[in-house]
């Protein structure tokens, strides 16, 4: 029996810069399409070249979506605390997961 491979292609396209995060949005994309039946993601996003050492890392780690999830949670809740008057996070959402998991 063959196996037929999927492959999704993410292109993004931002009419305005800095208008999202470029990493919380990768992360966000590589769980939705985890959630899946494609076998390969491809990003045509410079942001995301970080991304593939992460994503080494996580299955080094044998982390599930539901993990990536929650770290992205967490990072997120602690940037908001930023925005609220503490001290601010001098890392990006990738920077702070590689050194975080």
């Not at 080094?60 to 996070?89: F, H, N, P």
Request: aromatic share 6%; charged share 30%.
């Amino acid at each position: 029996i063959e196996q037929i491979r999927k492959i999704l292609a993410i292109v993004n396209i931002d009419l305005e810069p800095n208008l999202v995060d470029p990493q919380l949005r990768a992360a966000l994309q590589w769980l939705a399409a985890s959630e899946t039946e494609f076998s390969e993601l491809h990003f045509h996003d410079a942001a995301t070249r970080e991304f593939v050492s992460l994503s080494r890392r996580l299955r080094e780690r044998d982390w599930k979506v539901g993990d990536l999830l929650q770290a992205v949670l967490k990072y997120c809740e602690m940037t908001e605390k930023v925005s609220d008057g503490e001290q601010a996070l001098n890392m990006s959402l990738v920077g702070w997961l590689l050194e975080n998991i």
